[in-house]
C-alpha cells in the first residue's frame, strides 16, 4: 500500500522523534509498503496516496486536520481520521464525554467568567483549592494552570478568558507521574509512566522559569491493572477505533482520567522501550 505520512519541519527537530518516524518508514518498508513523508506543500497530492499517517500536531485549525479530512474524502484509511481530532482537542468536550459516559476524572465545571459570589461559592466548594484552570485547546501543557486561591483564580481565569470564551476548571489531583496509555484500535498498545519534574506539577513544568519535562518510563503493556486497562478501553471506544494516549492520575481513590489525546507522541526510546513491535502494530492497523 501507499502510504503518506504527514510532518511537519519540527517533527524532525527532537532526535529521538527523529528516530521514531524512521523507525516507522522501515518497519513499513519492510511489510512491503511505500512510506512517504509529505508536508503542507504536498496536501494537493493526498488522493495519490492509499493511506495516510498523521504525525504533525493536529486541531481543527490545523493542516494535519484540512489533510486528515481530505484523505477520508478520497477514500484512504487514515490515522488520525477527523473525528478523532475535534473530539480529542477540546477538552470542553471531553469534560462532557466523560460524565455521559461513566469515565471517572476529576471533578470539572465549565467557566464562562461569572465572578459573582454564588458562582464563586460554587466552583471553591465544588473543587476545593488549589484549582486548575484549561483553555479547551491547550496541547503541552501550554494552557494549564493552577490557582491556590481565590485571587489566583480570579487573575489566571481573566487572562485565559481572552483566549478563549469557555475555560475548564477541575479540582487538583496531585501526583508523582501520569499514566500514559497507548491505545490502538481499542486496545492497549504501550503503558508508560510520564513523570513530573521535582519542583513541578505538569509532566513539562516551568521551573525557575526554565521549561522542563520529566522522564519518560515504559512499562510492559501487559503489566497493566486490569481496572486501567477496563477504563483506558471504554473511554477509547467512546472517541474511535484510532490511535490514542491517556492521561490518567492514579489516587488513593482509584484512577482518575485526565485527557484523552489523538496522535499521541511516540519517541524511540520512550513509549517504543518495552514493547517495540508498537511500529508493526500501527502500520497494520493503519492498512488494514
Ligand atoms: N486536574 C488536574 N490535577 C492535577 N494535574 C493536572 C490536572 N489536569 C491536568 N494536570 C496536569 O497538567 C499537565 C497537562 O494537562 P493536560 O490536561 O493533559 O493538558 P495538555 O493537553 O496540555 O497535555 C499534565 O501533566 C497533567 O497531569
Ligand atoms: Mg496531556
Redesign the pocket.
Known amino acids: 500500500m501507499k502510504i503518506a505520512c504527514f510532518v511537519e519541519a519540527y517533527n524532525f527537530r527532537d532526535s529521538s522523534e527523529r528516530r521514531a518516524l524512521s523507525k516507522f518508514k522501515s518497519t513499513a518498508e519492510s511489510m512491503g509498503h511505500t512510506f512517504e513523508f509529505i508536508y503542507k506543500d504536498d496536501i494537493p497530492a493526498i488522493k495519490n496516496y492509499e493511506a495516510l499517517f498523521i504525525r504533525a500536531t493536529t486541531d481543527p485549525s490545523s493542516s494535519a486536520y484540512i489533510i486528515s479530512r481530505l484523505a477520508e474524502q478520497y477514500g484512504l484509511k487514515v490515522i488520525d481520521e477527523p473525528h478523532s481530532i475535534r473530539t480529542c482537542s477540546n477538552k470542553a468536550i471531553l469534560h462532557d464525554l466523560f460524565l455521559k459516559n461513566n469515565i471517572p476524572a476529576?471533578k470539572s465545571l465549565l467557566f464562562t467568567g461569572d465572578y459573582s459570589t454564588d458562582s464563586m461559592d460554587a466552583i471553591f466548594k465544588t473543587l476545593g483549592l488549589p484549582v486548575?484552570i484549561?483553555t479547551p485547546y491547550?496541547?503541552?501543557?501550554?494552557h494549564?494552570e493552577k490557582a491556590n486561591n481565590e485571587t489566583e483564580f480570579i487573575a489566571i481565569s481573566k487572562h485565559l478568558l481572552r483566549k478563549s470564551g469557555i475555560l475548564v476548571l477541575?479540582?487538583?489531583?496531585?501526583s508523582e507521574f501520569?499514566w500514559r496509555v497507548g491505545m490502538l484500535r481499542n486496545e492497549v498498545l504501550y503503558l508508560c509512566k510520564y513523570c513530573?519534574p521535582t519542583g513541578g506539577?505538569?509532566?513539562k513544568s516551568k521551573i525557575n522559569g526554565r521549561n522542563v519535562w520529566g522522564d519518560t518510563i515504559a512499562m510492559p503493556r501487559d503489566s497493566i491493572s486490569p481496572e486501567l486497562k477496563e477504563i483506558c478501553i471504554n473511554l477509547s471506544k467512546c472517541v474511535g477505533e484510532g490511535l490514542y494516549g491517556l492521561?490518567v492520575?492514579e489516587t488513593n481513590d482509584g484512577y482518575k482520567v485526565?485527557?484523552i489525546n489523538d496522535n499521541p507522541s511516540i519517541y524511540d526510546g520512550h513509549e517504543d522501550a518495552m514493547d517495540t513491535d508498537i511500529y508493526e502494530k500501527i502500520i497494520t492497523a493503519l492498512v488494514s
Request: avoid cysteine.
Open positions: 476529576p486548575i484549561k491547550t496541547r503541552f501543557s501550554s494549564v477541575q479540582e487538583y489531583v496531585p501520569d513530573i506539577w505538569k509532566v492521561d492520575k485526565i485527557e
